[in-house]
């Protein structure tokens, strides 16, 4: 005669409480002093008016031993236009126009107030926009 089998209810197991890790000791870290930057964004509709108008501004930085980093050439902008030569009729016949906008980017690393000065009274060429940020 087949005996029963008895099922026993099998007893789950307690998870384990997470071990606390002990935080390790370090000894303090010299914090840095934080390093300022002189951003200096430069553009004009002729490439060689902007590459005189940079070289004028980092001739001025070195004469007073600023360290520089660049002139960093940005991406040229394009705009382009194209509008119909005739107002009415002769809708094929149409005229292509585009402007370049060209970029470049100069840092001046820890500036001295003399530099920012000498940078202000900078007399550049008309048609070269400057955009002067303190990072």
Excluded at 55 to 74: C, E, N, S, Y
Excluded at 78 to 103: C, G, L, P, Y
Aim: charged fraction near 25%; aromatic fraction near 4%.
């Amino acid at each position: 005669m087949p005996t029963a089998k008895t099922t026993k209810p099998i007893a789950k197991k307690a998870k384990a409480a997470p071990k606390k890790v002990a935080a390790k000791k370090t000894a303090p870290v010299a914090v840095a002093p934080a390093e300022h930057k002189l951003r200096i964004r430069v553009c004009a509709y002729e490439h060689k008016i902007l590459d005189l108008s940079v070289k004028q501004i980092m001739d001025t930085a070195a004469r007073f031993d600023a360290v520089v980093v660049g002139p960093v050439p940005l991406p040229t902008e394009i705009k382009r236009w194209t509008v119909n030569r005739s107002t009415f009729v002769h809708k094929d016949a149409r005229e292509q126009f585009e402007m370049r906008i060209h970029k470049r980017l100069i840092d001046i690393l820890n500036p001295l107030p003399k530099v920012i000065e000498a940078l202000t009274n900078l007399n550049l060429p008309s048609g070269v926009t400057i955009d002067v940020k303190m990072v």
